[in-house]
């Protein structure tokens, strides 16, 4: 395929010419490659593999109720104890794996020097999982 212009063209000038021989040649062989390759990398040896369970059992920490009424009384899980007893129930607490929830119940009413003696007691003792509840209403 050539390009030839009969009047301004003289035997030194230079042809423009694309030559598809070789490119079609290489799409030829690589497309022989890929009809050859294709059925071994379809072959695959049948094996029945072990099934194994793989979920995770997680142990749900316990959940402790504690509780202060009006007059600052404190309650762990429904029993009234004081101050001194709660550290003991805290530290015992903060050594089981894993570590309960505590809920924190207090009354509207109750003064804050109590709830704030709970919670300093709670983190000398090492709790971390401590929460709130609140009545929605």
């Known amino acids: 395929m050539s390009f030839n212009l009969q009047n301004e063209q003289n035997e030194d000038s230079i042809m423009a010419e694309i030559n598809m021989t070789p490119m079609v040649d290489v799409m030829l062989v690589l497309l022989i490659i890929f009809i050859i390759t294709l059925p071994v990398m379809q072959q695959a040896v049948k ?21 202060i009424d009006a007059n600052g009384k404190i309650f762990w899980n429904s029993t ?5 007893t709660f550290d ?7 050594q089981k794996e894993p570590q309960p929830e505590i809920n924190l119940r207090a009354d509207k009413s109750v003064k804050y020097e109590y709830v704030a003696q709970v919670l300093a007691a709670s983190r000398r003792a090492g709790l971390t999982k401590l929460g709130f509840v609140t009545d929605p209403n």
């Open 47 to 67: 094996v029945e593999l072990p099934k194994a369970n793989s979920v995770r059992n997680e142990i749900k920490p316990e959940s402790v109720q504690l509780s």
């Open 80 to 84: 009234a104890i004081d101050l001194k």
């Open 88 to 94: 003991g129930y805290a530290e015992k607490a903060a």
